[in-house]
T-cell receptor, first 113, second 120 residues
Framework: DAGVTQSPTHLIKTRGQQVTLRCSPK?????VSWYQQALGQGPQFIFQ???????QRGNFPDRFSGHQFPNYSSELNVNALLLGDSALYLC????????????FGSGTRLTVV | AQTVTQSQPEMSVQDAETVTLSCTYD???????LFWYKQPPSRQMILVIR??????QNATENRFSVNFQKAAKSFSLKISDSQLGDTAMYFC?????????????????FGKGTKLSVIP
């Protein structure tokens, strides 16, 4: 039973560029959330997707956008990258009607230079 | 808005000994979930234990147990018989369940973490 898978594992981008991160939820899960974890900090909630709609959003600018596909997989897009966007981006999935907690992936380490 | 505070940035423990990690939180909600997650160098956030606020009994998972004090808004993690594999960052997290409408449901709020080192 595959857990949450994220790609790529590492990524280096230049300021001003755009990036897309991908996530496949755990089998049977239908809800995906994205978190940003800066070095030495706890994860910060970006947004959450269920039924292909953004359901909740944290305090992140519109440069951060996402999408959920019919197979429940999800993408996180970040436009106009800033140095401060360098972080570990974690994807987590759960079952909407149960909502008892999330299973996390191993994350994508994004470095903006 | 909910806040989660972990007041111990770093802790160490000898293997086979017991250690307790502290967590306090602030919320006006009555029903919610609390979690302890472990993040080893592999980066994956691994669920250690979960507590539902309406359950008075403290959760236990093998060597891991919690002391949940709802009135004090305290949720500490006790690790018994510590092992080298327990070395990791530990995060305390709060979540409102889906039954609640409005902002914040299903959204995890994390503390800043405690770095635990198990010493051989």
């Amino acid at each position: 039973d595959a857990g949450v898978t994220q790609s790529p594992t590492h990524l280096i981008k230049t300021r001003g560029q755009q990036v897309t991160l991908r996530c496949s939820p755990k089998s049977g899960h239908d809800t995906v959330s994205w978190y940003q974890q800066a070095l030495g900090q706890g994860p910060q909630f970006i947004f959450q997707y269920y039924e292909e709609e953004e359901r909740q959003r944290g305090n992140f600018p519109d440069r951060f956008s996402g999408h959920q596909f019919p197979n429940y997989s999800s993408e996180l897009n970040v436009n106009a990258l800033l140095l401060g966007d360098s972080a570990l981006y974690l994807c987590a999935s759960t079952i909407w009607r149960r909502g008892e907690g999330y299973t996390f992936g191993s994350g994508t380490r994004l470095t903006v230079v | 808005a909910q806040t989660v505070t972990q007041s111990q940035p770093e802790m160490s423990v000898q293997d086979a000994e017991t250690v307790t990690l502290s967590c306090t939180y602030d919320t006006s909600e009555n029903n919610y979930y609390l979690f302890w997650y472990k993040q080893p160098p592999s980066r994956q956030m691994i669920l250690v234990i979960r507590q539902e606020a309406y359950k008075q009994q403290n959760a236990t998972e093998n060597r891991f147990s919690v002391n949940f004090q709802k009135a004090a808004k305290s949720f500490s993690l006790k690790i018994s018989d510590s092992q080298l594999g327990d070395t990791a960052m530990y995060f305390c997290a709060f979540m409102k369940p889906r039954a609640y409408s409005g902002a914040g449901s299903y959204q995890l709020t994390f503390g800043k973490g405690t770095k635990l080192s198990v010493i051989p």
